[in-house]
Nanobody, 118 residues
Framework: QVQLEESGGGLVQAGGSLRLSCAAS????????MGWFRQVPGKEREFVAS????????YYADAVKGRFTISRDNAKNTVYLQMNSLSSEDTAVYYC???????????WGQGTQVTVST
């Protein structure tokens, strides 16, 4: 069974940077795609970024393009989200997700809080 554990969240000033990590344990070979989502209270969870192990392709939400970078270390079964030029609009709980394909996420982490102060 695959488990995901996020880390790296915290409080940062506007304009600053954070790097989130998501470590996958267990039988991860079936989880080709890993992604990051975020959610604020009262709103639906939204897509942030994703990457596929098979192709190395990455996708980003328009709101984070040019500021966030998703990467993965297959040897460590870890995916990262480097977040730069953070603004208060990036404040959310960030979730790591994994699945066999894009849009087929069936495994989620517990979430990590990111708070950007102005």
């Amino acid at each position: 069974q695959v488990q995901l554990e996020e880390s790296g969240g915290g409080l940062v000033q506007a304009g600053g940077s954070l790097r989130l990590s998501c470590a996958a344990s267990g039988r991860t070979f079936s989880k080709n795609v890993m992604g990051w989502f975020r959610q604020v209270p009262g709103k639906e969870r939204e897509f942030v970024a994703s990457t596929a192990r098979s192709t190395g392709r990455t996708y980003y939400a328009d709101a984070v393009k040019g500021r966030f970078t998703i990467s993965r270390d297959n040897a460590k079964n870890t995916v990262y989200l480097q977040m730069n030029s953070l603004s208060s609009e990036d404040t959310a709980v960030y979730y790591c997700a994994a699945g066999s394909g894009y849009g087929s996420y069936d495994l989620w982490g517990q979430g990590t809080q990111v708070t950007v102060s102005t």
